[in-house]
């Protein structure tokens, strides 16, 4: 009886073992098979395209480099984020930086195709209205307050991945040159956004000052003068990112400029005199008639008063004279 019960023992305890055995067995299959399949899966999220602007990150963030992109004012700027493939997407979110400002931050979630915005007031900063370009950020027109650090980063199933730009709004010079007294000319660069470059042909004793404004623009000036004769002329060139310009002035000789600003003050002065003297004679003339003409007047008045009584007198005191003149008369 002992050895039928130690029989039925031994019997338990190895049907025990191979159950136990089987059920390792099992899950150690359970357990390789899922991890090859999140193999294959995260082998299947990589990045489309190789950019040395997308860092690839399996767990915290690396330092940002922000690479510096240079748009013209007044134009349409694109930014685009790292091409991920949208499946192993979990959420995109673009972190704008702009000058004086608080972070804007705009999200998106290709599952559920919500989008959500915080601090963000400009509204020239957009999503892009194609339906391929939804995780491109669009800029129409740009300003110089767009100055700034605009991040991409998208998180996906195997990793995070991120794309910066420093965008950098240039502004155009207005050109200026305009010669002054004893052979200098000025040449201005006004409100370029950076500052730009001045330089001229030939050489000469120049001078060049910046005045910076607070929209981060800058005004260049630079005076140049030539004392030697033998420059007759002078070119002013303008450089900046935007364009270069250049501008020429032919300089006027001292000995012409000279009697030539000279005759122009003296020939007004000539004219003004010569019509100050003119209307004085005039009013003399008009006066000196009008006295003449009123002294005949008097005269004539004065004349007549004095004749007619002497005119009755001797019609009173000659009778001969008309008796004279009756014998004539026949």
């Known amino acids: 009886m002992p050895c039928t019960w130690r029989t039925a023992d031994l019997q338990l305890l190895l049907i025990v073992i191979v159950?136990?055995?089987?059920?390792?067995?099992?899950?150690?299959?359970?357990?390789?098979?899922?991890?090859?399949?999140?193999?294959q899966q995260v082998n299947n999220c990589t990045l489309v395209t190789n950019s040395p602007m997308d860092t690839k990150k399996k767990s915290t963030l690396l330092a940002e480099v922000n690479t510096p992109e240079l748009v013209q004012v007044d134009t349409k700027v694109v930014l685009s984020c790292p091409s991920v493939q949208s499946n192993c997407m979990v959420v995109l979110t673009w972190k704008i930086s702009l000058r004086d400002k608080?972070?804007?931050?705009?999200?998106?979630?290709?599952?559920?195709?919500?989008?959500?915005?915080?601090?963000?007031?400009?509204?020239?900063?957009?999503?892009?209205?194609?339906?391929?370009?939804?995780?491109?950020l669009q800029i129409d027109p740009v300003s110089i307050t767009h100055d700034g650090n605009y991040t991409c980063e998208v998180v996906t199933h195997e990793g995070n991945f991120h794309r910066g730009y420093h965008l950098q709004v240039l502004v155009p010079p207005e050109v200026t040159l305009l010669q002054n007294e004893n052979r200098t000319t000025v040449c201005k660069a006004v409100a370029g956004k950076p500052a730009a470059q001045i330089s001229w042909t030939p050489e000469g004793d120049c001078v060049t000052d910046k005045e910076p404004w607070d929209n981060g623009t800058v005004t260049v000036i630079s005076t140049c003068h030539w004392a030697e004769r033998n420059v007759s002329a002078v070119s002013c060139s303008v450089s900046h990112f935007t364009g270069n310009k250049s501008l020429s002035i032919e300089l006027c000789r001292d000995d012409i400029k000279a009697p030539f600003l000279h005759w122009v003050y003296i020939i007004p002065s000539v004219f003004i005199f010569l019509s100050i003297m003119g209307s004085i004679w005039l009013l003399k003339i008009n006066f000196c008639s009008k006295c003449k003409l009123k002294k005949r007047e008097v005269t004539l008045v004065g004349g007549e008063e004095e004749m007619q009584p002497y005119a009755s007198y001797t019609e009173k005191n000659n009778p001969l004279y008309d008796t004279a003149s009756r014998v004539k008369t026949p």
């Open 102 to 136: 608080l972070t804007c931050t705009k999200a998106y979630r290709p599952d559920t195709e919500e989008t959500v915005e915080g601090n963000c007031t400009d509204r020239r900063i957009i999503w892009a209205d194609r339906p391929d370009q939804i995780y491109v």
């Open 19 to 39: 159950f136990v055995a089987e059920c390792l067995s099992i899950q150690s299959n359970g357990t390789t098979a899922a991890h090859k399949l999140s193999e």
